[in-house]
């Protein structure tokens, strides 16, 4: 699989972290929703025959304080069966293994820094009375081969695999520009919208290609990610109108902001059931979407800079590799934060989260596994 465009977050703990940017996360409770899918998976999982070994994965964990958030209620979710088993039964589940996996340049320290009060609460295998839990990390893309084959018995992942592996060709090239936008928007042209969905296809399938090798047979795969808002696109105007103010202040050149695109693709739910239908591997147990709306600040001074700071930890990243102007960071937060309090004081942003919960087949077209 071809190298994957980073965008991971500024790590640490400072304002612009992802510590601070998953708030946003938290607020909408993303990660709880995905809850009692967990729990059914490990439910369905333990009623067949409680592994010895039961193995996790979070994809695109990120470095705050939510990295552990996702897997720590599957533990729990896993203790809870446990307690449900006969005794003898329980007592065969020996040991639950995590791992934590995001992109290379993501902060695991930051993450790591949390795992001790996770072992503290999951960890009574140091008192004698449950399996032993150990937290391990993988850093790499999901968009390739994470673990050993026929190794994972449950991956999650939340509000992470919209992020493609890299932008659209065409758009990299020149061949279309997306101007006035950094992703599919309202205004972007039929081809610019067909191209980003076509990369989107093609790393959901090497997505589900992989975890198809890896997951066990009956094994699960729970998923989140950012959805098309009813029939509308997401919006990524207001990201490409604070670009083009600093550009008419001469911090960055207006070339570049019409070459700056994200790699990220916000589907619908058709599209998610067509990667799954195609690659075969795995049957649907749930695809549901909710939709909910981020009032602007009106006229809020800390919450325009709350929302501005969250805007630059999704961006900064990728701003300080595209333009070559001096505290991109600083200057894309103090822009956003004007808007914020300005014309876009009124905005509200529609969003949708789609949650996906998939069984790893015993036998599909591609034999009996
Ligand atoms: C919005 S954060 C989600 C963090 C966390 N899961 C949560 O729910 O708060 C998306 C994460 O996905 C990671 N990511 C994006 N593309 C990835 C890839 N190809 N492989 C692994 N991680 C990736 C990013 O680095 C980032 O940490």
Not at 176 to 199: D, E, F, I, M
Not at 318 to 330: C, E, K, S, T, W
Request: hydrophobic share 40%.
């Amino acid at each position: 699989m071809a190298s994957v465009q980073s965008v991971s977050k500024i790590g640490g703990d400072g304002d612009e972290s992802n510590a601070k940017d998953s708030a946003f996360q938290r607020k909408q409770s993303v990660q709880n929703r995905l809850i009692p899918l967990l729990e059914t998976a490990i439910a369905e999982l333990c009623q067949e025959a409680v592994p010895g070994s039961i193995r996790i994965a979070d994809l695109g964990c990120s470095s705050g304080s939510n990295a552990l958030a996702l897997v720590s209620a599957v533990v729990t979710a896993v203790r809870h069966q446990l307690g449900h088993q006969p005794s003898s039964a329980a007592e065969r589940c020996y040991e639950i293994s995590v791992y934590l996996n995001d992109l290379p340049d993501n902060d695991f320290n930051a993450a790591f820094k949390a795992v001790p009060s996770f072992l503290r609460e999951h960890g009574e295998a140091a008192r004698g009375d449950g399996p032993l839990v150990m937290v391990f990390g993988a850093p790499g893309s999901f968009y390739g081969r994470l673990f050993p084959a026929k190794s994972m018995h449950l991956v999650c992942s939340s509000f992470s695999i919209h992020w493609l592996s890299k932008v659209p060709q065409e758009l990299v090239d020149g061949v279309l520009v997306n101007k006035g936008n950094v992703w599919v928007g309202t205004t972007s042209s039929p081809a610019v919208a067909a191209a980003y969905a076509r990369q989107f296809q093609s790393d959901f399938i090497h997505f589900l290609v992989s975890r198809a090798e890896e997951i066990v047979p009956g094994g699960s795969m729970v998923l989140s990610l950012a959805g098309k808002p009813d029939s509308q696109n997401m919006r990524s105007e207001f990201i490409a109108e604070v670009l083009q103010d600093m550009a008419s202040r001469g911090v960055i050149g207006a070339e570049e902001v019409d070459a700056y695109n994200v790699p990220l693709h916000a589907p619908c739910e058709d599209e998610l059931r067509r990667g799954v239908e195609l690659e075969g591997s795995f049957e649907i147990v749930c695809l549901e979407s909710y939709h909910y709306i981020v009032n602007g600040p009106r006229g809020d001074a800390t919450c325009s800079a709350e929302m501005a700071m969250a805007q630059c930890a999704m961006h900064e990243s990728m701003l300080v590799r595209h333009f070559p102007a001096d505290n991109i960071g600083v200057e894309f937060a103090k822009a956003a934060e004007a808007r914020f309090m300005g014309v876009a004081a009124e905005e509200d942003t529609r969003l949708a989260i789609l949650m996906l919960s998939l069984r790893r087949k015993k036998c599909s077209s591609h034999g009996c596994y």
